[in-house]
C-alpha cells in the first residue's frame, strides 16, 4: 500500500492552473486550430482511454499545448462489484500518456452486478460504507501510482442508514488514504436543496484543505428539485458559493463543465472567466436565496428509478 502521508503531500503539492473548461468534441477543431489562451482543459476519462482513433489522437495535441486532467464517471469507486482492473491500467496508461496534472471521480457507484446505471448514485453514507471505499481508494492509487482526488456527487435521494454528514465523510475518507478533493459547488448547492440541507452549513464543515479542484455547472430547476444538467450558465446562487468557497481553498484550479446545448468555444470560455468576479467580494447571502424559474424538464432520465427499481435487495451495504 502507497503511504498515505505521501500520497497527501503529493496533493497539498499538485499546481494551481487557474481556470478551465471541460474538453468537448464540439470544440476540437477550434482548439486544434485556434489554440485558445486557455489556461487548462479537463478531458472525461471514458471519452479518450480506449481510443486509438482521432480522439486519442486530439488529446495528445491538446495535452503537448495546456494542462491536462483526467475526470472518470466509471470508477465506481462506491460498488459492491470488484475494481475493474481493466479500466484502472487503462485509465493509468492514458494519464501517463498525457501527463495529466491528477486524475478524478466521483464518491459514488454507478452499478452493481454488472449493471451499469450510466448514472452517479449515491451512497449511504456510514461507518461500513467508510470502511469499503477507504479500501478502494488504497487500491485505485497502488494501481494508478499516484492520489485519486473524489468529488462530492449531485444526488436526489439519501439513506435512513446514513449517519455521517458528506463533508465529515469526505474529510475522513482523505484522512485515512490521503486522496484529494473536488469541490463541486453546483453539487452542494443541487444536494443541499434536494435534501433539505443549509448549503452554508455544508461549506462550514467541508475540508476545504483537502481541496484541489472545484467544478462549476448550470442546473435545472424541477420546482420540487433541482437536476444536475450542465446545459445553461451557472447561476447566481451558486457563484455566491463559490464566492464563498474559493479563497478557503487557497485558489484551487477551477473549471467549468457543459454537457448539453453546448455553445460555442468563446461564448464558454467566457462564462468561466466571469469566475474572476466572484474571486473577492463580499458574500451575499440575498443572492443564495433568490427565486429560480422552473423549467419543465423531460430527457434525463431520473435516478431514483434506478435506485427504486434495479437496485433495492441486491446492494450489500445499502441494504
Ligand atoms: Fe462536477
Redesign the pocket.
Known amino acids: 500500500m502507497l503511504d498515505v502521508a505521501n500520497i497527501a503531500s503529493k496533493v497539498s503539492a499538485l499546481p494551481k492552473l487557474g481556470l478551465g473548461v471541460g474538453l468537448r468534441n464540439e470544440h476540437f477543431n477550434h482548439i486544434l486550430s485556434e489554440k485558445p489562451k486557455v489556461d487548462w482543459f479537463e478531458a472525461i476519462s471514458e471519452n479518450f482511454m480506449d481510443s486509438g482513433g482521432r480522439p486519442g489522437w486530439v488529446i495528445r495535441q491538446i495535452a503537448e499545448h495546456y494542462p491536462v486532467v483526467l475526470?472518470g464517471v466509471s470508477m465506481s469507486i462506491g460498488s459492491t462489484d470488484p475494481i475493474n482492473e481493466t479500466y484502472l491500467h487503462r485509465l493509468k496508461l492514458l494519464a501517463d500518456d498525457v501527463q495529466a496534472q491528477w486524475v478524478s471521480d466521483?464518491l459514488c457507484w454507478t452499478g452493481v452486478l454488472s449493471v451499469n446505471s450510466h448514472d452517479l448514485l449515491p451512497l449511504p453514507l456510514n461507518q461500513e460504507t467508510l470502511d469499503h471505499v477507504i479500501a478502494r481508494v488504497h487500491h485505485v492509487q497502488e494501481v494508478l501510482k499516484r492520489p485519486l482526488i473524489l468529488?462530492n456527487?449531485?444526488t436526489y435521494a439519501s439513506f435512513q442508514n446514513s449517519d455521517i454528514p458528506e463533508p465529515q465523510f469526505l474529510r475522513a475518507l482523505s484522512d485515512a488514504t490521503g486522496c484529494g478533493l473536488?469541490l463541486?459547488v453546483?453539487?452542494v448547492y443541487v444536494s443541499c436543496f434536494n435534501d433539505g440541507i443549509d448549503p452554508l452549513s455544508y461549506l462550514e464543515a467541508f475540508p476545504f484543505d483537502r481541496v484541489v479542484q472545484m467544478?462549476l455547472?448550470g442546473h435545472t430547476n424541477c420546482g420540487s428539485y433541482l437536476l444536475?444538467t450542465?446545459d445553461k450558465p451557472v447561476t447566481r446562487a451558486v457563484w455566491e458559493l463559490f464566492r464563498l468557497a474559493w479563497q478557503s481553498t487557497n485558489c484551487a484550479s477551477t473549471?467549468l463543465?457543459w454537457d448539453g446545448d453546448v455553445p460555442d468555444f468563446r461564448d464558454l470560455h467566457l462564462e468561466v472567466l466571469k469566475a474572476r468576479e466572484f474571486m473577492q467580494g463580499e458574500f451575499d447571502a440575498r443572492q443564495l436565496h433568490q427565486q429560480q424559474s422552473v423549467e419543465p424538464h423531460s430527457g434525463v432520465s431520473n435516478p431514483l428509478d434506478f435506485i427504486v427499481h434495479e437496485v433495492r435487495g441486491h446492494s450489500r451495504i445499502g441494504s
Do not use: I, M
Request: proline share 7%; hydrophobic share 20%; charged share 25%.
Open positions: 475526470h466521483h468529488e456527487p449531485s473536488l463541486d453546483n453539487n467544478h455547472a444536475d450542465h473549471l463543465e
